[in-house]
Nanobody, 110 residues
Framework: VQLVESGGGLVQPGGTLRLSCAAS????????MSWHRQAPGKERELVAT???????VYADSVKGRFTISRNNAETTVYLQMNSLNSEDTAVYYC?????WGQGTQVTVSS
């Protein structure tokens, strides 16, 4: 299993970013995919999940601002992040089962 995140960076408060996670090594369409994040000094937390059928779950802190989606043909899961604020600053990880990507840094700062 390989999970490769991309799309992180530095963005101003109120800005947007789109994260991507390219997955391989398993039957992507059959699995629930999720995004997690870990801010400095804090525990890793769930951000959003998307099931095989497209059902989604979001952390309360990102509801209405973030959207998780998937493209089964491209075996990629996305996280569209809008209205970013400083509390969204973290390393964002793609996750399935016991596997994690390497993470992509998101920094929200003026």
């Amino acid at each position: 299993v390989q999970l490769v995140e991309s799309g992180g960076g530095l963005v101003q408060p109120g800005g947007t970013l789109r994260l991507s996670c390219a997955a391989s090594g398993f039957t992507f369409r059959l699995y629930t995919m999720s995004w997690h994040r870990q801010a400095p000094g804090k525990e890793r937390e769930l951000v959003a999940t998307i099931g095989p059928g497209g059902g989604t779950v979001y952390a309360d802190s990102v509801k209405g601002r973030f959207t998780i989606s998937r493209n089964n043909a491209e075996t990629t899961v996305y996280l569209q992040m809008n209205s970013l604020n400083s509390e969204d600053t973290a390393v964002y990880y793609c996750h399935i089962s016991t596997y994690w990507g390497q993470g992509t840094q998101v920094t929200v700062s003026s």
